[in-house]
């Protein structure tokens, strides 16, 4: 009810100041667990994904957002708490598990969870090789995957920038990838082949460069 009852408020809000382009949201599934596959540009793309969508997203984010004091914390962590973000640790030596696990626990209840395979922000605007975890939720739970294409995030809270600043968005919803059609191969090359799969799909959406590596995980 929270979650419905600040949609309401941001939606219209951030429609307004950003006009954002929100392409393919009938390709989002209305009902069933489903996972939400993304690049990652920037701190924003958490918010800004749940706002493009026609339903809820459960995002992980880290718990240092929970845990702030004074005013501006009790803002933020209720603010994260509204907009159905997951703290995970991840400093924590069980982190990957661990969110895994928490995400999985929504997409097998009927919701829809958010991943950027990435890992990480992508710093250089390339986009990066998908890790298998989105492979292993979608295979684990049976649902189905879909590519989301951020473009112009970056812009509106770039890497130092304490303040939101105006910036076009858009965002963009690919045709689900089903787990279905993977579950011939063994268990492992199942795994890389549909990931890689997204991943193509995402940079058909963004036209990023692929870097063709893994990103370097970082705690910022």
Not at 135 to 156: F, K, M, R, S
Request: a positive charge.
């Amino acid at each position: 009810m929270v979650f419905r009852a600040v949609r309401q408020v941001l939606i219209p809000l951030s429609h307004a100041v950003y006009r954002p382009t929100i392409e393919g949201r009938e390709n989002v599934p209305r009902t069933g667990g489903v996972l939400l596959a993304s690049n990652h540009r920037s701190f924003i793309d958490s918010f800004a994904i749940p706002l493009a969508t026609p339903r809820p997203v459960n995002f992980l984010a880290k718990s240092d957002y929970f845990t702030g004091s004074g005013l501006g914390g009790a803002f933020r962590r209720s603010l994260f708490t509204a907009m159905g973000a997951i703290p995970v640790d991840r400093n924590s030596a069980s982190a990957a598990q661990e969110s895994l696990d928490a995400a999985l626990e929504v997409i097998k209840a009927g919701g829809a969870f958010g991943i950027y395979p990435e890992g990480t922000r992508s710093r250089d605007g390339r986009l990066y090789r998908g890790r298998t975890g989105v492979a292993w939720l979608a295979l684990e739970a049976d649902v189905p995957v879909v590519p989301v294409g951020l473009i112009g995030t970056e812009n509106i809270q770039p890497v130092g920038a304490s303040m939101p600043r105006i910036a076009e968005v858009t965002v963009k919803f690919g045709r689900p990838i089903h787990p279905e059609a993977y579950r011939h191969l063994p268990a492992g090359k199942a795994r890389r082949q549909l990931t890689d799969d997204v991943m193509a799909a995402i940079q058909a959406l963004t036209g990023q460069e692929p870097a063709g590596v893994y990103n370097e995980v970082s705690s910022r």
